[in-house]
């Protein structure tokens, strides 16, 4: 558990491009700055954005907290990762059945492309290519304290400054999750310990391994994050989860981290009758309710 984590530390990994769609700017960053049509509001956001950071950080409105575990993990029955207590693998915390892409995939230089499931990038337990192998689990939020200073601006009758801090907490829990998985590639697991990238660098993911989050493409199930925050014990650093299992506080990320060499990200897509039908035996719930939780890609 990381706790009160320093503010400007994270500040550094910031990506600013989603920044400005807070307020409807759509261009890449910093080209946007420079944009004939939208670039002159870009940069007053942008410069507003900064001073209130600053303030954010020496005033210490925020409070950075994370939590994540490295755990031995095995793929089986194909497409199911089971995560382990200890090294014996026989106490299960978690069974996690991500979903495959259906659609037809391109072929490209006379080869058809894998239909890919975040299973591929673990080893089995069992058969060919058995081995043992890890995961990593984590959440961080940056949104401790938003909303009694959101409402301090609100009293004020200053909704501007309170949509500021929002997109600010949101920018700082991001670069909390981008510094956190840097830490773990090359400090906490170390398998890229000589790993040595610039802030752009790791926004572009020039970088080995994947930290999949539920609810995104590659996982569109939500329903995983209940078990991980269980595993994680996420309410000791002041996280939790919603009934429609959304994150609390709102400026939060979740996810797992995944080290294999060749680990991707993927878009699902859209899934036939045939998965849900095998995913809802997989995760033992009635048909009626797998299609309830996976009605975005049905």
Known sequence: MLKNVDLAEIAACIDWGPFFQTWDLAGPF??????????????????????????????????A???????????????????????SREQVLLRWSPLRMQTERP???????????????????????????????FAVTAGLGVDKKERQFIADHDDYSAILLKALADRLAEAFAERLHQRVRTEFWGY???????????IAEQYRGIRPAPGY??????RVKAQMFEVLKAQEIGMGLTESLAMT????VSGFYIAHPEA????????????????????????????RGLAGVL
Request: proline share 7%; with cysteine; aromatic share 6%.
């Open 65 to 87: 907290n994370g939590v994540f575990a490295l755990l031995p993990a095995n793929t089986v029955d194909d497409d199911t990762i089971e995560v382990y207590a200890d090294e």
């Open 249 to 252: 506080p709102a400026a939060s």
């Open 217 to 222: 493409p590659a996982c569109p199930d939500h």
């Open 107 to 137: 072929v490209v230089d006379g080869e058809k492309r894998p239909n890919r499931c975040l299973a591929d990038f673990v080893a089995p337990k069992a058969g060919p290519g058995a081995k043992p192998d890890y995961i990593g689990l």
């Open 192 to 202: 890229a310990p000589d790993e040595a990238l610039s802030n752009e660098a790791l």
């Open 264 to 291: 991707t990200y993927f878009n699902v897509g859209r899934i036939g009758d045939d998965q849900i039908a095998d995913w809802a035996r997989r995760m033992a719930m009635e048909e009626a309710e797998a299609r």
């Open 30 to 63: 910093p080209q946007i700055l420079r944009d004939e049509v939208v670039g002159a509001e870009a940069q007053r956001v942008f410069s507003d954005g900064k001073r209130m950071l600053q303030r954010l950080i020496e005033g210490r409105w925020l409070q």
